[in-house]
Structure formats: structure tokens, C-alpha cells
């Protein structure tokens, strides 16, 4: 009895992992035909430009990530993501000069890179 309740309780736990892993690969496939789908107007800019093959273009821009991906996309729709603007510090009241604001520039920046 113990085994039948077993066993039942076994093949539910499988036909879950089995919809679970369903479930990954349809996730997969819509990812990468919208990834596909996103990359396809940047590897023809990009190989006019370069003069590269569309498909090496594609096989070196596998690996980026979604961020550099809109990036790119960006540059080559003539609508460059922002990358940042002007500084907003508050200085309550204290002049800063330029030295001063380039060094905060530099301080924000590296904790840009740091914190990417």
C-alpha cells in the first residue's frame, strides 16, 4: 500500500520535472529568437560598416550581454542610449571648482564601473 502511494508520488514528481524542463526549453527558444531579433538590424549596420560577414558578427556578439546589446543598438539606430548625465551634487552652498567637480567625476565613474 505504502509502495503504490510511493510510486504514484513519484510519477507526479517526474511529470512535473518533465513540464518544468518543457517549460525551460519554450522560455530558451523565445529568448533567443528575441535576442536574434534585436541583433538582426545591428549585424547589418555593423557588417556595412565593418565590412565583416554577418554570421562572424553574430557568433562575436553571442556573448554580450543584453546591456551592451542595447548599447550597440542604440548607436547603429542613430538613438544612443544615455549613458550617464550631468552632475547633481549638492554643495550646500560651497563653490566647487572645476578640479573638484572632475574629481567627483572621477570618483562617480569608477564607482559606476565598480558597481556594473
Request: proline share 3%; glycine share 8%; aromatic share 4%.
Given at each position: 500500500?505504502?509502495?503504490?502511494?510511493?510510486?504514484?508520488?513519484?510519477?507526479?514528481?517526474?511529470?512535473?520535472?518533465?513540464?518544468?524542463?518543457?517549460?525551460?526549453?519554450?522560455?530558451?527558444?523565445?529568448?533567443?529568437?528575441?535576442?536574434?531579433?534585436?541583433?538582426?538590424?545591428v549585424?547589418?549596420?555593423?557588417?556595412?560598416a565593418?565590412?565583416?560577414?554577418p554570421?562572424?558578427?553574430?557568433?562575436?556578439?553571442?556573448?554580450?550581454?543584453?546591456?551592451?546589446l542595447?548599447?550597440?543598438?542604440?548607436?547603429?539606430?542613430?538613438?544612443?542610449?544615455?549613458?550617464?548625465?550631468?552632475?547633481?551634487?549638492?554643495?550646500?552652498?560651497?563653490?566647487l571648482?572645476n578640479?573638484?567637480?572632475?574629481?567627483?567625476?572621477?570618483?562617480?565613474?569608477?564607482s559606476?564601473?565598480?558597481?556594473?
Open positions: 500500500m505504502a509502495n503504490d502511494f510511493l510510486l504514484k508520488v513519484a510519477d507526479v514528481l517526474d511529470a512535473l520535472a518533465s513540464e518544468k524542463s518543457k517549460l525551460a526549453s519554450e522560455l530558451d527558444k523565445v529568448k533567443t529568437e528575441q535576442r536574434r531579433a534585436n541583433l538582426s538590424p549585424l547589418d549596420k555593423l557588417s556595412f565593418t565590412g565583416e560577414d554570421d562572424k558578427l553574430e557568433s562575436k556578439l553571442a556573448g554580450v550581454s543584453d546591456d551592451v542595447n548599447i550597440i543598438k542604440g548607436i547603429t539606430t542613430g538613438e544612443p542610449a544615455s549613458l550617464g548625465g550631468p552632475g547633481r551634487n549638492k554643495t550646500a552652498g560651497v563653490e571648482s578640479r573638484d567637480f572632475a574629481s567627483v567625476a572621477d570618483k562617480d565613474f569608477a559606476w564601473l565598480l558597481n556594473s
